[in-house]
């Protein structure tokens, strides 16, 4: 069976300028300047693969719009929005934490972002595509109401999320962010949500480096609807297709969202310079195929991928592609050409310390279904 994927990329999502870094930090005297992980390559090269593939004459084309200032504002503060907007009048601002550079029209360009994860969940929500896919950038996951951080400038999700609140009458949605990092600001701005279910995989104490823990369960009447998955790092396969079957569906099947948002991130990929796993692209294919089964299961296949991190440029585009033909049900032939040294590592099988932390997760999926 194939299904209609809208998918969007504008090119000025490469333009999106993270400065002359040395991966994370600034150059110095004694650092030579590179350039910031953070860069168009693994995004703008997974979209090549997507047209060179021939998956792009299949997908439907989704413009994105940008987001308007009332969009954000239902997330973010005037404070924070105007704080990007200042910033981008520079030759490199930065979103708040000292992490997330970015030049000049930055801030139309994260409005860009923000407006492509949109017009994907609009195209979804009025039937125009069945599932849809935003390749966009700059990422939003740990964007936090009143503060840029992580790379991130506005929480494209939750801009998104609350736009099918306020114009399309959703009222429950479920958040799956398998992006290596923790979603702390979608986490943050619906803590105290009964309405959406945040659900993070993510490596333990990786970044932010105080969040993210499987104690963090939500507040007041939303207690119970965070879940966290802090995984060691050295996780593989196993743990995480073990804990998408004993956490994430579970939950999502008892929540019963009438939309899925996924916050799509790639750096948990076996060669990635920011995480410390080494998930390969046949189990984020498997991560999709069973998202979007869920979601059909659950809510008319209404399902949105919102990109987020990843910053190997050789091996995204091949997570990426296996992500889009899962959603799409269509095979374009193409192989993952490292899969000849990434698949049939031991690195992939659930190990005891691994499965610890996924049997306390499963615990909280399960008191999910005894709550709502
Ligand atoms: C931001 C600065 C150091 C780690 C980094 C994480 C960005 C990311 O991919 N978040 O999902
Ligand atoms: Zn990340």
């Not at 585009?317 to 032939?333: D, F, K, N, Q």
Request: charged residues 20%; contains cysteine.
């Amino acid at each position: 069976m194939t299904r209609n994927t809208g998918y969007v990329w504008h090119e000025r999502y490469a333009w999106h300028d993270t400065g002359t870094f040395a991966g994370i930090v600034p150059p110095g005297p004694t650092v030579q300047p590179f350039h910031n992980f953070e860069s168009p390559e693994s995004k703008a090269r997974l979209n090549s693969l997507v047209e060179v593939s021939g998956l792009i004459e299949r997908l439907t084309p989704i413009r994105p719009r940008p987001a308007t200032e009332e969009d954000v504002l239902r997330v973010h503060t005037a404070r924070h929005v105007e704080h990007i907007r200042s910033q981008s009048l520079l030759p490199l601002g930065d979103a708040g934490d000292g992490w997330s550079p970015f030049g000049r029209g930055g801030y139309e360009i994260a409005m860009l972002a923000a407006g492509g994860t949109i017009s994907a969940t609009e195209a979804v929500l009025s039937g125009s595509v069945d599932n849809a896919y935003a390749l966009v950038r700059p990422p939003g996951h740990h964007a936090e109401r009143d503060l840029g951080m992580g790379y991130c400038l506005f929480a494209n999700i939750p801009i998104a999320i609350e736009v099918a609140r306020a114009r399309y009458g959703v009222e429950r949605v479920a958040v799956v962010d398998y992006d290596v990092h923790h979603g702390n600001g979608t986490q943050h701005i619906y803590e105290d949500d009964p309405d959406v279910l945040a659900i993070s995989l993510h490596q333990e104490f990786l970044f932010p480096q105080n969040t993210g823990s499987a104690a963090e369960m939500g507040v007041g009447r939303a207690e119970g609807t965070t879940i966290n998955v802090p995984l060691p790092a050295g996780s593989g396969n196993g743990a995480y297709l073990a804990s998408l079957q004993r956490v994430v569906l579970p939950a999502l099947r008892a929540f019963r969202p009438q939309l899925v948002m996924v916050a799509s991130g790639f750096d948990a990929s076996a060669v990635d310079p920011l995480g410390g796993m080494t998930v390969t692209a046949s189990a984020y294919r498997a991560i999709a195929e069973n998202l979007v089964d869920v979601a059909e299961e659950v809510c008319d296949g209404r399902i949105v991928f919102s990109h987020e991190g990843g910053y190997s440029p050789v091996y995204v585009p091949y997570c990426g592609l296996a992500v889009l033909e899962a959603m799409s049900g269509i095979e374009t032939g193409v192989l993952d050409p490292y899969a000849f040294s990434f698949e049939n590592s031991p690195a992939h099988q659930l190990k005891p310390w691994q499965d610890d932390v996924i049997a306390e997760a499963e615990v909280l999926a399960r008191r999910l279904g005894l709550v709502v």
